[in-house]
């Protein structure tokens, strides 16, 4: 598992890694198994809090 928290020396490597993610060049569809809405951001914190639903990583979307 990737952590993106910021933090020291790992900040150009993630700062690398979204670069990577934000270009296409690493797909994370795979691991993410779960979308909500912004508006449903307690359920979907409650689902991954919890590991339910077989829940690897949620992605919350904002308005389009």
Do not use: Q
């Given at each position: 598992?990737?952590?993106?928290?910021?933090?020291?020396?790992?900040?150009?490597?993630?700062?690398?890694?979204?670069?990577?993610?934000?270009?296409?060049?690493?797909?994370?569809?795979?691991?993410?198994?779960?979308r909500?809405?912004?508006?449903?951001?307690?359920?979907?914190?409650?689902?991954?809090?919890?590991?339910?639903?077989?829940?690897?990583?949620?992605a919350?979307?904002?308005?389009?």
């Amino acid at each position: 598992e990737i952590s993106l928290g910021l933090v020291g020396s790992e900040m150009c490597i993630e700062t690398e890694i979204l670069r990577l993610i934000a270009g296409g060049e690493i797909d994370t569809t795979p691991l993410i198994t779960h979308r909500f809405p912004l508006g449903k951001i307690e359920e979907a914190y409650r689902i991954f809090e919890n590991r339910l639903d077989g829940v690897i990583k949620i992605a919350i979307e904002g308005p389009k």
